[in-house]
């Protein structure tokens, strides 16, 4: 991976040709594991900014074409998302393009049909399932803070033609993209700048809003430009606000989620702040005040018990 400003360069290895996962893996990358991590730059860097990582994925039979037709095939409907691939940065999800296309065809000329595709969820198929769980076991392996009470472990494959552009967008996930094939260039842009995302954007996201964001073309100059290629990964913190555009080959991309204690308390703020928002308040800011975080979440813990217990009582 390149980022623009020219600083770090990964490169792929070859053939995979891992080890089981053992219950008290090491920080250090190690010639089995699967990821690449420098450990010092995962402590400094994990949630708070983006960096590179290297895999060793690019040659597993998993995302081979024959092999993710079967999987799409496999999936329920819900899990297989696909539209046209000729988008705008700034669009509207509400006026997507399909491809007039079914799932199967999609992949069959994803070469030349100017596609966007996304297999949610692959974690459904055991095979898939068990490549997440041993990525994200060497991440959890690291020991970082932030990343304790991993949960909602989920992975996602994403195939695109030629040109294709993902919109600008955020995510709720803890989520690092491992490039498979083809290359791509993400622009990821700070998610703590209110300038671009503001609280009220944010509070609506948590609360059901479509993950698509307007984006200025302003914006731009404050990205922080990648240019992955096959072998090459990247990390992108919670909230932070991205678009990406596929150079001239077919793109294959697996990205592996995972939400944390930490996400979900998140979570729950935005939620909390949405509500009071349409009540008339004015609420602080999620992060501002750890006093007043700590009482809203623990409002919401008292009122969902409550709730609960009703609920129950009623049945």
């Not at 949630?47 to 590179?52: S, Y």
């Not at 009071?276 to 800011?285: A, D, F, I, N």
């Amino acid at each position: 991976m390149i980022r623009k400003e020219g600083k770090q360069k990964v490169t792929s290895s070859a053939t995979l040709e891992c080890p089981p996962i053992e219950s008290t893996p090491s920080r250090a990358s190690i010639p089995g594991n699967l990821l690449r991590i420098d450990p010092e730059v995962f402590d400094s860097s994990f949630g708070r900014g983006p960096f590179v990582v290297g895999h060793r994925l690019t040659s597993h039979h998993l995302f081979e074409f024959a092999r993710l037709l079967e999987l799409a095939k496999a999936l329920p409907p819900a899990s297989v998302e696909y539209n046209a691939g000729n988008l705008a940065v700034n669009q509207d999800p509400n006026l997507t393009p399909r491809n007039g296309l079914s799932a199967e065809e999609t992949i069959d000329r994803i070469a030349h049909c100017n596609s966007w595709m996304v297999l949610k969820n692959v974690e459904q198929d055991v095979n898939y399932r068990d490549l997440l769980f041993r990525c994200l076991c060497e991440i959890e392996a690291q020991g970082h803070p932030y990343a304790r009470g991993v949960c909602h472990r989920e992975g996602f494959v994403f195939i695109s033609s030629p040109g294709a552009v993902t919109p600008y967008h955020v995510d709720t996930e803890c989520n690092f993209l491992l490039q498979v094939a083809g290359k791509k260039q993400v622009s990821l842009f700070d998610g703590s700048d209110r300038s671009l995302l503001s609280e009220e954007e944010l509070e609506r996201f948590y609360s059901g809003a479509h993950r698509n964001l307007v984006f200025k073309d302003n914006y731009q100059h404050k990205a922080s430009v990648f240019e992955l290629r096959p072998g090459d990964g990247l990390h992108f913190p919670v909230t932070w606000p991205h678009w990406v555009k596929v150079h001239d080959e077919v793109s294959i991309s697996f990205s592996i989620t995972f939400r944390t204690r930490a996400t979900e308390r998140r979570d729950v703020l935005y939620h909390v702040n949405h509500y009071l928002r349409g009540k008339g308040w004015t609420p602080t800011p999620v992060g501002s005040s750890r006093l007043r975080d700590c009482l809203k979440y623990n409002a919401y813990r008292v009122v969902r018990r409550v709730h609960n217990l009703l609920k129950r009582d009623s049945t």
